[in-house]
């Protein structure tokens, strides 16, 4: 009853559902809540504060905001076979594995098979809202590079993975129903191909031999999209002999990720080679989107929150089309949808669609000005929560949400600010993560998480006689994939000269670092390759000193003055990179292992 139906031919319709759900925001809004109560209310989780009652007034004051390590028990214990209703009276069929981490490991969140369809009614509507906007995409096709990534299996047998392979995988992606306006260059079989290298192969081949046909390319995020471009820079001239031949490279040996393209290479074609041989031989790769697919009108991936640091290469690559960022979801829960595709990238609000879930806000406030403007709340049971229809345009809120699969009033950690309605639908725009200081790819790492792997680091120093006094860090996006740089500056004992600094020793530092941040980046690093060595760049001796002045002169306060842990502004990287004598990078791939849900010992 809560997932209307949404015919994504039926441009007229969908975009009716959206005027219904955002007209009617608080009553949407206070069904869902009571739909998950009544369904709920008898889990033990739910039991154990309403003992039964789904009243909401009662939920609001019995019910505590939490985090992640208060569900993670419950969550864990159904990883170990206990049954679904712990938590929520729908079966849980899977675990999908966040981004974010807890204790190095990524965050589990139930999903159940209902909540699938849920996800195709927001996939449907993203169709009627680009269609508004763009004409003529029924005419062509998209080249949207996507992946899988490994999943494990729960001692219970559950699998865990990754929200996009859970969708990928499902029936709902592989029928979808037929309509003009999502037909891929990517054979579904090269999007399922669990071996990174030869998809990404797969889907450039066939979006070049279909260059004539795309109208719009995208990825997910922004990262991924530049690492395809990287793909193709080092593979251009393979992937032009393949298509001069009409025989797919040898190497590709997943046989129905093979077939598949060979389907599409069906024969010999040496005039397309060599037009794409002309523009890929073209230095530099400047608008390389538009030469080599002409009739690209816009380039589909989220540019929002930490990917925004990709916005002037992907400008560069493109040659200037609108970079469109279609949706915010999450492996909790699919939020909410951009209702004006087309705007700027610093302008893009997402309304939060209030058939979703059940969404409350914690009101934040910015606790200091300086260059980075973190917000942070303090997340105490004091802080204010509010409604969806209550949040106040300019302000500031974290997201918590309640939803059908079994998290109630659950903090995301991301930091959004109001900046306006759709009828009764508050728009939001994506400030950032809570806590996040560094992200290249789907990485997310917090300053304690950096703050202990330099503190492993460190040790290596003693022997040296090298004191590490200052260090911060910054997420180095210049070439592709980006890497984490660390600037460190010593004090040493004796002689101040840095030049003999153990070479060995340091890029050990480096990959020691690597070792000790948590699994999702050592995922991108070692599996995906969607991260580049980290490097260590040792700075003089009052580097650091320069780097307060500045921060001082732009208005931080002498007195509360904090070495901010990663450095945003170009200004203050150039002031530390003025004073690098030594640079140093990791050696070593981090080991990576997929997730294991332990057994319970009893
Ligand atoms: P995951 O749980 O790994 O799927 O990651 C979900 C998180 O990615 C969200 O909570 C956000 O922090 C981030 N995210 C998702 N969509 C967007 C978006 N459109 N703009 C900015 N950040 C996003």
Redesign the pocket.
């Known amino acids: 009853m809560m997932i209307p139906s949404c015919d994504p031919n039926d441009g007229e319709g969908s975009m009716r559902l959206i005027e219904d759900l955002t007209t009617n925001t608080s009553r949407v809004q206070q069904q869902v809540l009571k739909e998950i109560l009544t369904r709920n209310a008898d889990t033990e989780y739910l039991h154990g504060f309403l003992e039964g009652h789904t009243d909401r007034d009662l939920f609001k004051r019995q019910v505590p905001v939490i985090d992640y390590e208060q569900v993670k028990p419950y969550i864990e214990r159904i990883a170990n076979g206990e049954p679904s209703h712990i938590i929520s009276s729908q079966p849980i069929t899977e675990l999908?594995?966040?981004?974010?981490t807890s204790g190095g490991q990524?965050?589990l969140?139930p999903s159940t098979a209902e909540d699938l369809d849920r996800k195709n009614f927001l996939y449907n509507l993203l169709i009627p809202v680009m269609n508004k906007y763009v004409d003529g995409l029924d005419r062509g096709k998209g080249m949207y590079l996507l992946f899988v990534k490994p999943e494990i299996s729960t001692p219970s047998g559950l699998t865990a993975r990754?929200?996009?392979t859970s969708y990928y995988k499902s029936s709902n992606f592989r029928n979808r129903p037929f309509t003009k306006f999502n037909v891929y260059t990517s054979p579904d079989e090269t999007i399922l191909c669990s071996d990174s290298k030869q998809s990404m192969y797969c889907q450039l081949l066939c979006g070049l031999i279909q260059r004539d046909e795309v109208l719009r390319v995208g990825a997910v995020f922004a990262s991924a999209f530049l690492r395809a471009i990287k793909f193709l820079e080092d593979h251009w001239e393979e992937l032009c002999s393949n298509i001069r031949t009409g025989h797919v490279s040898d190497w590709i040996t997943d046989t129905s990720c093979r077939n598949a393209a060979g389907r599409i290479l069906d024969r010999p074609n040496s005039e397309l080679a060599e037009l794409i041989e002309t523009e890929c031989r073209k230095e530099p790769w400047e608008a390389i989107i538009r030469r080599l697919w002409p009739k690209t009108k816009y380039v589909d991936v989220?540019v929002?929150?930490?990917?925004a640091q990709y916005i002037p290469l992907l400008e560069f690559y493109s040659g200037g089309l609108p970079l469109v960022?279609t949706?915010?979801?999450?492996?909790?829960c699919y939020?909410g949808i951009?209702l004006r595709p087309l705007d700027l990238p610093s302008d893009?609000s997402?309304v939060l669609l209030p058939n979703m879930a059940y969404f409350e806000f914690i009101k934040v406030e910015r606790t200091d000005e300086d260059e980075a403007s973190r917000i942070e709340c303090n997340g105490n049971g004091e802080s204010k929560v509010v409604d969806l229809t209550n949040v106040e345009v300019g302000c500031y809120y974290e997201l918590v949400v309640t939803t059908f699969t079994g998290l109630y009033r659950y903090r995301?950690?991301?930091i959004l600010m109001v900046t306006g309605f759709h009828n009764t639908a508050p728009q939001f725009r994506?400030v950032h993560?809570r806590n996040v200081v560094l992200s290249i790819d789907?990485d997310?790492t917090n300053e304690e998480d950096l703050l202990k792997a330099i503190t492993q680091a460190k040790l290596l120093l003693q022997p040296l006689g090298c004191l590490l006094t200052e260090y911060t860090s910054y997420a180095d996006t210049s070439s592709i994939p980006g890497h984490y740089v660390l600037f460190w500056e010593f004090k040493t004992k004796g002689s101040s000269d840095l030049s003999n600094l153990d070479q060995t020793v340091m890029e050990e530092c480096c990959s020691t670092v690597e070792a000790c941040l948590d699994s999702v980046y050592r995922r991108c690093r070692s599996k995906d390759r969607s991260i580049g060595p980290l490097e260590i760049r040792v700075v003089q001796c009052g580097a650091f000193d320069a780097l307060m002045d500045f921060c001082v002169s732009q208005g931080s306060s002498v007195n509360q003055y904090k070495t901010p842990r990663c450095i945003k502004s170009t200004e203050g990287i150039g002031i530390l990179e003025e004073k690098v004598v030594r640079r140093f990078f990791s050696r070593k791939v981090p080991l990576w292992e997929p997730y294991r849900v332990e057994s319970r010992a009893d």
């Not at 999908?96 to 974010?100: A, D, F, H, R």
């Not at 949706?327 to 909790?332: G, T």
């Open positions: 999908l594995t966040s981004s974010g990524p965050k969140m990754p929200v996009l989220i929002t929150g930490s990917m960022s949706m915010y979801a999450s492996s909790e939020f951009n893009v997402y995301v950690g991301d994506f993560r789907t997310k």
